[in-house]
């Protein structure tokens, strides 16, 4: 299993809509959860960090499911400007090695 | 602060020749990480470094040599540059608190922008 894996997409959804995605994480000892955000040709910016109890912050919500190893993160009523690609870092525990996912894509039509 | 700085932005290099990418952080952070993105692709981690002194191997690290002699800056090294390295080149750096299990978040510089031909 890949120590991070997200489906890359592309997520097709008109404004409006409501979208989730998805991070499973293989290594069960981590404690730090991160969504980042990437535009075309640009740097990752952090998004949201996703806490035990979930976190939410306007239209984005990030949720930590231990038990299945997952995090998530929900758009609602999505805007063209959120169109970028979605990455999420679980950092282990023990080391500085931090793996992305290979990023989700997320296309907001008009 | 600057945060991170990232030179230069754009590089194109023939087979063959060696290149420094250089990449300084202010914020006195301990975690320093370089990372390359092809085209429609993720991040890789080529090399990460979490502390002055202190280099080790991440997914992708052949063709590439690192340093870390201060807290501040993390040059990457590529010796006999190959088409394959073509790519995006992101340094980043964060931290861990001291005694904690927990990471901060990363920052990232702008990128450099190789081609080899």
């Known amino acids: 299993r890949k120590e991070v894996e997200q489906d890359p997409g592309p997520f097709n959804v008109p404004e409006g809509a409501t979208v989730a995605f998805n991070c499973t994480y293989s290594n069960s000892a981590s404690q730090s959860f991160f969504w980042y955000r990437q535009d075309c040709r640009k740097e990752p910016k952090l998004l949201m960090s996703?806490?035990?109890s979930g976190n939410e912050d306007g239209r984005f919500t990030a949720q930590l499911n231990r038990a299945s190893q997952y995090i998530s993160l929900l758009i609602r009523d999505s805007k063209l400007s959120d169109s970028a690609t979605y990455l999420c870092v679980v950092p282990p525990s023990n080391t500085g090695k931090l793996i992305f996912g290979q990023g989700t894509t997320l296309q907001v039509k008009p | 602060n600057a945060g991170v700085t990232q030179t230069p932005k754009f590089r194109i290099l023939k087979i063959g020749q060696s290149m420094t990418l250089q990449c300084t952080q202010d914020m006195n952070h301990n975690y320093m990480y370089w990372y390359r993105q092809d085209p429609g692709m993720g991040l890789k981690l080529i090399y990460y470094s979490v502390g002055a002194g202190i280099t080790d191997k991440g997914e992708v690290p052949n063709g590439y040599n690192v340093s870390r002699s201060t807290t501040e800056d993390f040059p990457l090294r590529l010796e006999l540059a190959a088409p394959s390295q073509t790519s995006v080149y992101f340094c980043?750096?964060?931290?861990?608190?001291?005694?904690?299990?927990?990471?901060?978040?990363?920052?990232f510089g702008p990128g450099t922008r190789l081609t080899v031909l």
């Open positions: 980043a750096s964060g931290g861990r608190a001291v005694g904690s299990s927990s990471y901060n978040e990363q920052f």
């Open positions: 996703v806490y035990s």
